[in-house]
């Protein structure tokens, strides 16, 4: 190695360079094993016939094409039936939209509860924190509790007693009625996400401008729609992406409520069902590439339209 060459080795600039090098690379490994890699050969297991017969050698497994991805279209799991009968592709959409409209709803409406001042303040803040970090199992197992079908669950016993019923009814088990309860169960286990964000942004806002607005002869609702709302679009709009991709990927929720079934069956459940239900992994894989392009394409609209619109 030349003078020159030695001389920039050494140099303190390549030295840190070197240093950055070596302690980014385990982060950089542990990354690309267990996101990168999983994407791409989850994309590359997609283009191919993958099950149980072949799972020993799956690289080996023959190349069908686009093969995977028409059985998925065509699946009468996937596509829409009839509007009694919706499919996981028209379940999934109204599921996360509902689901998240509703979550920053709720939010929104509690980060102005708790922006004002009032004794037990704190207290009430720890109390709507609790659906977010409770865990999802006890959660989920409590609203099936709740829910039971059985004359001792907790809503049939009450409303039997009421006499608003005569005979107990399985909610969970009703079409229509048990999608509406995953909605419900969504927005109630994840507004506290939305309302920390606006509570954090609404304690920032300026109140000056409240002070402005009531000298000018402002309502309560003229600040609210012209100051407030202004101030909180940027936060309204991240929250409410962020929580439609979460939703939209959501596995577990509905899984453990409905296991997918009588209409609440999702995408990223009826991945599950391909894959290690039919042990069709190729198919499983195609049918979460599909998921993927469906978030693609909204987050793409979304980024170009909504967003846009608010700089």
Not at 232 to 238: C, D, K
Request: aromatic share 16%; net charge positive.
């Amino acid at each position: 190695m030349k003078r020159g060459q030695l001389s920039r080795w050494d140099s303190l600039e390549a030295r840190e360079s070197r240093l950055a090098w070596l302690l980014t690379s385990p982060t950089a490994l542990i990354v690309f094993g267990l996101i990168i890699f999983p994407a791409i050969f989850s994309i590359w297991i997609s283009f191919h016939d993958v099950t149980l017969r072949n799972l020993n050698d799956v690289f080996h497994a023959p190349f069908v094409g686009w093969k995977n991805y028409v059985r998925v279209v065509n699946d009468f799991a996937f596509k829409f039936q009839n509007f009694r009968q919706w499919g996981a592709a028209v379940t999934s959409v109204v599921y996360s939209f509902a689901s998240t409209f509703l979550t920053v709803l709720i939010g929104l409406l509690a980060a102005l509860l708790l922006n004002k001042p009032f004794r037990g303040r704190g207290a009430t803040r720890a109390i709507f924190l609790f659906p977010y970090v409770a865990p999802i199992v006890s959660v989920a197992f409590v609203w099936r509790w709740i829910l039971d079908p059985r004359p001792s669950g907790v809503l049939n016993d009450v409303l039997m007693r009421l006499g608003l019923i005569g005979a107990p009814k399985a909610y969970l088990a009703t079409r229509g009625l048990a999608l509406l309860i995953v909605i419900v169960f969504e927005a109630w286990r994840y507004f506290p996400f939305a309302m920390l964000m606006i509570l954090a942004r609404l304690q920032a806002i300026d109140k000056t401008l409240y002070e402005a607005a009531s000298v000018d002869g402002a309502g309560g609702w003229h600040k609210f729609r012209f100051i407030t709302l202004s101030e909180l679009r940027y936060v309204l709009g991240a929250v409410f992406l962020l929580r439609l991709i979460w939703t939209f990927n959501k596995f577990d929720d509905i899984f453990l409520l409905t296991g997918g079934g009588f209409g609440t069956n999702v995408l990223p459940v009826l991945t599950y069902q391909f894959s290690f239900g039919a042990y069709n992994f190729g198919k499983g894989a195609a049918n979460a590439m599909i998921l993927l392009s469906i978030l693609l394409v909204f987050l793409l609209v979304y980024v170009r339209t909504v967003m846009r619109s608010t700089d």
